[in-house]
């Protein structure tokens, strides 16, 4: 007996997902430590928890792709894996179907280490928008919009960080205009979080918990409408 092929079909009920594609500013790492917040506290548990927290909508399953020390397109001379753009199409291939990807990168681009200042780290954005709207998706698997959000700048790095991060607070400076550029640029979405959250006063590079919860109550309204036409 020949048992007939079925086509698979995506279930129109199954959860939108949401990659964050980041690093440790979205990992949740506590400043001051090498800890990291609960999931709840971290923004993608609160953005995810705001999002599905109105009944009779398609549920929104966010997925934490946040490596610590991520750059956009450079490599760490101490630390294997932390170029962006490698290995990044295939993650999209991985999770699809996508309704979005949401990339926040760029702080580490001003480790003391690069001599790399806002229009670097741009243009490092603007190649990962490229490699995810390049990424080979299965038949019929939409290639997902891309939501870029503009790290907040760097304020003095103290701390343990202070060596690795000097001088970041002036390479960082014009981040926004710089990114809101190359994303009009490429016709993808893009929001300031130096808007509403700023650096942790421990370290001068990440965001305590008060940050995160802030980060991702301001990001529900603006994911909610970009999710709208397909939570109907």
């Known amino acids: 007996m020949t048992v007939p092929l079925i086509e698979p079909a995506i ?3 199954d959860p939108l997902q949401v990659l964050v594609y980041a690093d440790s500013l979205s990992w949740g790492i506590v400043p001051g430590t090498r800890r990291r917040l609960p999931w709840p506290v971290r923004w993608p548990g609160r953005l995810e928890l705001a999002l599905n927290a109105s009944p009779g909508q398609r549920p929104v399953r966010v997925l934490e792709d946040c490596l610590n020390g991520r750059r956009t397109v450079w490599d760490d001379p101490f630390k294997p894996g932390r170029n962006g753009i490698q290995g990044l199409a295939q993650r999209i291939e991985m999770h699809s179907p996508l309704a979005l990807v949401i990339l926040m990168l760029g ?15 741009a243009q490092g954005i603007g190649a990962l928008i490229d ?10 698997m939409p290639s997902p919009p891309v939501l870029v959000l503009v790290p907040p700048p760097i304020t003095t790095p103290c701390g343990p960080l202070a ?7 002036h390479k960082c400076a014009g981040l926004a205009q710089a990114f809101a550029e190359v994303c009009n640029t490429r016709g993808s979405k893009w929001f300031d979080t130096g808007t509403v959250i700023r650096s942790s006063a421990v370290d001068g590079v990440h965001l305590d918990a008060a940050a995160h919860l802030a980060l991702g109550d301001a990001l529900a309204p603006v994911i909610h409408n ?6 109907a």
């Open 131 to 140: 490699a995810i709207r390049a990424a080979p998706v299965e038949p019929g």
């Open 11 to 13: 279930d129109p009920a």
């Open 163 to 169: 060596p690795k991060f000097a001088g970041g607070e």
């Open 107 to 121: 702080s580490n681009d001003f480790q003391s280490m690069h001599p790399h200042n806002a229009w670097h780290a």
């Open 226 to 231: 970009l999710l709208a036409p397909l939570r």
